[in-house]
């Protein structure tokens, strides 16, 4: 689905580019009509997080089911970038007044749109191990032991994501860049996930069990999921 994506997008983007209205024209609608469908079908798949971890098939770990969010918020830079980059590029190409300005803001839209294709691929977001919780983001990672978190209230919601309470924060580890050391993503319902760190906070006895098959089935009974 992406690959077909990134051609449409260089389509429209040369298209855009061209001296004659009946082409650029329609290109230019194409795509800003394609990059409205991609960001209202994010919106609406953003509303739902599932109340399930699964088994990850990377490592032994619970992780979020596959999300569509980050495709198709992935899909709506790459349409966009397509004709942006494209401008800045006939600009760089042409010599244009501050062509160097105009190489740097396509280069950048190039990262950002490579950027979001490494989260679509779905290797980053929250990871429940045995040791801890991951957060794991495009340019930085979080790392929190169980022993870290209070045991008490480890997570609470907070707006769209999750606000982890520490009893021993000098346990806590980051690396790259990132949100704070509090803040976590919520890829899943934020009740459920509550449920389930508190379980592995207080009940050190079956952590060496994450990221199996029987312990997933023995959580989701235990947290009444």
Known sequence: MMIGVLVLAVALGIATETDRVQIWLPAAATTLALTGVAVALYT???????????????????????SAPPVFQAAAFTLLGGPLVGDKVADVISREYLWPVDAALGATWVLLVAVQWHVAAGRHGLRLRPDGVLNRQALGSHFIPWDAFDPALPLAAVGHGLAASYHRPDLVRR???????????????????????????????????????????????????
């Open 175 to 225: 690396r790259g860049l990132g949100g704070g050391r509090r803040t976590l993503p919520a890829d899943v319902d934020p009740e459920y996930l509550i449920r389930v760190v508190h379980e592995y906070v207080n009940h050190p006895e079956h952590r060496t069990a994450v990221g199996s098959e029987a312990e997933l089935h023995r959580v989701g009974a235990a947290t009444g999921s």
């Open 44 to 66: 609406r798949a953003s509303r739902h997080r599932p109340a399930a971890l699964v088994v990850s098939r990377r490592e032994r770990a619970f992780v979020a089911p596959p």
